[in-house]
């Protein structure tokens, strides 16, 4: 389930694109985020940030500006990249998602990479 060290590489230039679109589109630099990708990689750092009990800041400035999809919980609900992902971390991305009334798109075909 987990990821090569290629396929991470691939994951976290994709968490990177979207983090530069957040900034781009919001004017919304997410430093934090930026420096978990750089120190532990995508995977490693998507993980940390669903497991955490709350949502992280990076998910509250999102969902402030209307951009969730953005978030690294509907990256992993919502991309190819979810078959990658356990269980438990797809539930507690979808719960916390649900919990502030974003209903993720459900993914029909997941076609490989």
């Known amino acids: ?3 090569t060290n290629s ?8 968490l990177y694109e979207k983090a530069n679109e957040a900034q781009k ?3 919304y630099r997410p430093s934090y985020f930026l420096q978990m990708l750089s120190s532990v990689g995508g995977y490693e750092a998507v993980v940390t940030l669903i497991s955490q009990p709350s949502p992280s800041d990076g998910f ?8 969730l999809d953005l978030s690294v919980e509907a990256l992993v609900v919502e991309s190819k990249w979810r078959e990658h992902f356990d269980q438990i971390i797809i539930a507690a991305a979808e719960n916390r998602l649900r919990s502030v009334h974003y ?11």
């Open 1 to 3: 389930m987990a990821l």
């Open 103 to 113: 209903q993720p798109k459900v993914i029909s075909s997941i076609s490989k990479h």
């Open 7 to 14: 396929e991470n590489e691939t994951f976290t230039a994709f």
């Open 60 to 67: 509250t400035k999102l969902w402030e500006r209307g951009r």
């Open 25 to 27: 589109a919001l004017n």
